[in-house]
């Protein structure tokens, strides 16, 4: 199985800001920022190791799904594509919070 190459899509990042505040919450919820710091990598290398393993979304052709835990939430759905030149985009996020 080979190791794809992953990038953020700018679809991605809007998703990030919509699920977590530009600041941390009152009660030390994660911003934005703490997720990129600590969870995106993560998720990038999952990505980049499973893809071709990775289950199809039945509603976008061409789009798969990783979904996982990490450290700024407690489960989340990545969407994934692949462009015609083999390069893995992450294009969307969905978060269920701790």
Request: cysteine-free; aromatic content about 12%.
């Amino acid at each position: 199985m080979a190791r794809r190459d992953v990038r953020v899509d700018n679809r991605f990042f809007e998703d990030v800001d919509l699920a977590f505040g530009p600041e941390r919450g009152p009660d030390g919820e994660p911003s934005a920022d703490d997720f990129i710091r600590f969870d995106l990598f993560g998720i990038a290398e999952q990505v980049a190791a499973r893809f071709d393993e990775l289950p199809a979304e039945p509603s976008a052709p061409g789009v798969r799904t990783l979904v996982l835990t990490g450290l700024m939430f407690q489960q989340a759905a990545v969407y994934a594509a692949e462009a015609s030149d083999g390069v893995v985009y992450l294009i969307g996020l969905e978060v269920e919070h701790y």
